[in-house]
């Protein structure tokens, strides 16, 4: 009678309201015995400790009590707490999402191996009191050299912000930008992101892009202070700007004191071919900040990025910045000081390359396009919100291409491949396969006309 979900919060506290209603709703009586510790975690395949962290949550209430014969629903508890449910109109109860396919997300299985866990070891053993806002300088000259070894660019420690991630360095620059600066976006891209632009009062212009990337003469015309450009790999659809686009956007910048805002979002994650160098790496002007996070090459859950900042922001963003968790920064220099994070990186690689592999294999005979490089990949649909639709009811959550436009121009799916092992992922996949053939049948004219 009681089941837990992983992604949402707290396992005892899931367990514990669960075993509360079932008392409240008179479904457990007082007297009953419930499920060893033991028992109920195997059951529910947690560990014994979170089990008994809620037995002993509902004992200290009054709900259970321990006897000699095990834990029971307390003998004593008055009638008085037993509650009975109000009636309510039957409703369909929500399918119960079994996999997250949506972009973006990071298979962390690999990542708990020695380096790991003794860089947290190391951490806690010594818990940091803090660092200034810019953050750890042993860590920001490991941020550097990361910088030189995999996206060539040449830079000093002392440029570099470390933030709490991707988005909380953008925060930190447009602060510095000033209110209301006018922030030029790509079109199709992040449809959150603009929606936090705007949140925190600029406006968002959205500037399309082409297969070489963001179009230079329509963002002349949009007279930006700010560009946020995705250039080693567009998101959504995967295209690098071309040499000749990247000398056109720098020469606008430096021309017109616009600030370009790289997003290097996931350039690590390449698997075909060479990636260009970083935007950072051939500004000569001082115009570009680079945004890097490690929750795509990490995991999310460390809540870690940096900034190479611009020589003409770099005090007011100093400034302006709210330090990141000591101890997660000594976490993270620790796993780089002793090649954790470069072995974690390239073994995350070759996986993501299998999974991209995979993808190809499984969705041959459909207009797919595998990413050559990321966590994602496009699907091209037609039935695209009936394909969203009904995997959703399978309990499989993926994302519809529309919504990374400002206007909807193509249909489809965007798929993550990256969250799961290698098995698991092709089982998800087959069955988004199976969704799409049942609700839009392969007509063989559309690949070859590219409809």
Sequence with gaps: MIEVDRSAGSLPRQITRQLRELIDAARLAPGDPVPSSRALAASLGVSRGTVVAAYEQLVGEGYLASTHGGTRVNPELPQTRVRPRPARAHTAA?????????????NVEELTGTAWREAWRRAAARPSRGYPAQGDRRLRELVAEHLRITRSVASDPADILITSGARDGLRTLLSAMGPRSIVAVEDPGYPSLRAVLREHGH???PVPVDEEGMDIAALERARPQVALVTPSH?????????APRR???????????????????????????????ALAAVDDAGCVATL???????????GLGFVLMPPRLKATMCAQATPASGVVQDAMRYFMENDGFRHHLARMRREYKRRRALFTEIFAEEQAVPMDGGLHAVIYLDAERDVVKQCARRGIA?????????????????????AYGYARTRELLEEVRAVIREVEPIDARAKVEGR
């Design 234 to 242: 567009q998101y959504p659809l995967g295209a690098t700007m071309s």
């Design 94 to 106: 929500p399918v119960r999402q079994r996999a997250d396919l949506r972009p973006g997300i990071p």
């Design 398 to 418: 993926v994302q519809a291409l529309s919504e990374y436009w400002s206007t909807p121009q193509r249909r489809g799916i965007v798929v993550g491949i990256g």
């Design 247 to 277: 000398r056109q956007l720098l020469d606008f910048a430096a021309a017109h004191a616009v600030i370009v805002v790289e997003d290097d979002y996931d350039s690590e994650l390449r698997y075909v071919g060479q990636p260009h160098p």
């Design 292 to 302: 890097g996070s490690f929750s795509k090459t990490v995991t999310p859950g460390l």
């Design 203 to 205: 406006e968002v212009v």
